[in-house]
């Protein structure tokens, strides 16, 4: 078996997902090839993808491939983007409606042995305060590593998630899309090359 086969076989959270206000089985949403040029790291799918077996079917991929700049053909080639959330399936809602964060055994059980298939990327883009701790090896404040983007730049990329819950914060922070968005948007035209 590959390891995608064996993340699609996984149930480790099965209780855990059972238990949520949604009360779902889990479904892993797998998306990426051996040395893909981009890593798109993330939370955890949403309840679309989770139908859809597909990532970012909804308006925050809209927006993230408009902040890319890439069409849906380029996103979803495997070959040239793969999309490693921090846990593969949909952790559900909360009594209240919100979404679960990933549960961590997901990314202890799965994510060293994904980053080592996938090999050396060019471009990693990190969506939220989940991928941006594991990634950098420290807990971190989100819109704290957004702001600090030169930081990283150009290979690494920490981004707000592109949900509609983040409109108020990009709007008052107009660097955002006049200077981050155009650097990101060069440095993933250079790694598709």
């Not at 701790?133 to 420290?138: A, E, I, P, R």
């Amino acid at each position: 078996m590959s390891l995608s086969d064996d993340i699609n076989a996984c149930r480790i959270c099965r209780r855990r997902f059972l238990a949520t206000k949604t009360g779902h089985a889990p479904a892993p949403v797998v998306w990426f090839e051996k040395e893909a040029r981009i890593l798109i790291a993330g939370q955890a799918p949403g309840a679309r993808a989770h139908a859809s077996g597909k990532p970012f079917t909804d308006a925050s991929g809209e927006r993230l491939r408009d902040w890319l700049d890439i069409d849906t053909r380029i996103f979803y080639d495997t070959s040239k983007v793969a999309i490693v959330p921090m846990a593969f399936c949909f952790p559900g809602y909360n009594a209240k409606g919100g979404d679960l964060p990933p549960p961590n055994i997901c990314a202890k059980t799965w994510r060293l042995r994904v980053m080592e298939h996938i090999g050396e990327v060019r471009l990693t883009v990190l969506l939220g305060a989940h991928a941006q701790s594991w990634h950098f090896g420290k807990k971190t404040v989100m819109m704290d590593t957004v702001m600090a983007w030169r930081d990283h730049a150009p290979c690494v990329f920490s981004l707000p998630h592109p949900s509609w819950r983040n409109n108020s914060w990009i709007k008052k922070n107009i660097w955002f899309e006049a200077d981050l968005l155009p650097t990101l948007r060069s440095q993933v035209k250079e790694a598709l090359k």
